[in-house]
């Protein structure tokens, strides 16, 4: 019954490698979000889709894609992984883009080795 | 310009105090000015949000106080509670914009009982 949900909780991989992230949300809003949470817990905003479209790109190295095979869910895929990428990465949605709350997943833990 | 500076980045206070935490803004763009609280674990929940059409808004023990011609806002919990220990975000936005909405840096509350 989870609004917001992503898996996996705990990602634990090494250095190189590629790990996606998958995202979905129940709650039928159009707009949905990467964000990152560093070590010392700042957030910032990645992406942002809005039915499927890129809206917004935050400076993110290529390596981050996202990717929304429809509006209910949008996952989020890391080629060449590095120790910098370690850190915890919510999903959120939004009715749409322009007013109201954010709901947020409960975050996936990141660990680069 | 696009900065939200938060301050204090941490505080303890006896349960039943009054927990205050203090946002600044640069960018008078930014009218959507709301607050979400974290607990470990968990992804940010919006708290409590006001524009700045008015000066206070009150919900429940939680209250913002906004300064418009100060840029600056607040976040008073009245009588805290042990359950309130958590990380509490300001954030702002132009436009009540939910996909431009920049975070402050977050103040980890912690209520002593």
């Known amino acids: 019954d989870t609004a917001v949900s992503q898996t996996p909780k705990y990602l634990v991989t090494q250095m190189g490698n590629d790990k996606s992230i998958k995202c979905e949300q129940n709650l039928g809003h159009d707009t949905m979000y990467w964000y990152k949470q560093d070590s010392k817990k700042f957030l910032k905003i990645m992406f942002s889709y809005n039915n499927k479209e890129l809206i917004i790109n935050e400076t993110v190295p290529n390596r981050f894609s996202p990717k929304s095979p429809d509006k209910a869910h949008l996952n989020l895929h890391i080629n060449s992984l590095e120790l910098g990428d370690s850190a915890v990465y919510f999903c959120a949605s939004s009715q749409d883009g322009t007013l109201g709350k954010l709901f947020f997943g409960s975050g996936t833990q990141l660990s680069v080795l | 310009q696009q900065q939200v500076k938060q301050s204090p980045q941490s505080l303890i206070v006896q349960k039943g105090g009054i927990s205050i935490i203090n946002c600044a803004y640069e960018?008078?763009?930014?009218?959507?000015f709301p607050w979400y609280q974290q607990f470990p674990g968990k992804g940010p929940a919006l708290l409590i949000a006001i524009r700045p059409d008015v000066s206070e808004k009150k919900e429940g023990r939680f209250t913002i106080s906004f300064n418009k011609s100060a840029k600056q806002f607040s976040l008073h919990i009245m009588d805290s509670q042990p359950g309130d220990s958590a990380t509490y975000f300001c954030a702002a936005s132009p436009g009540g914009a939910t996909n431009k909405l920049i975070f402050g840096t977050g103040t980890l509350l912690a209520v002593q009982p």
């Open positions: 960018n008078t763009a930014f009218d959507y």
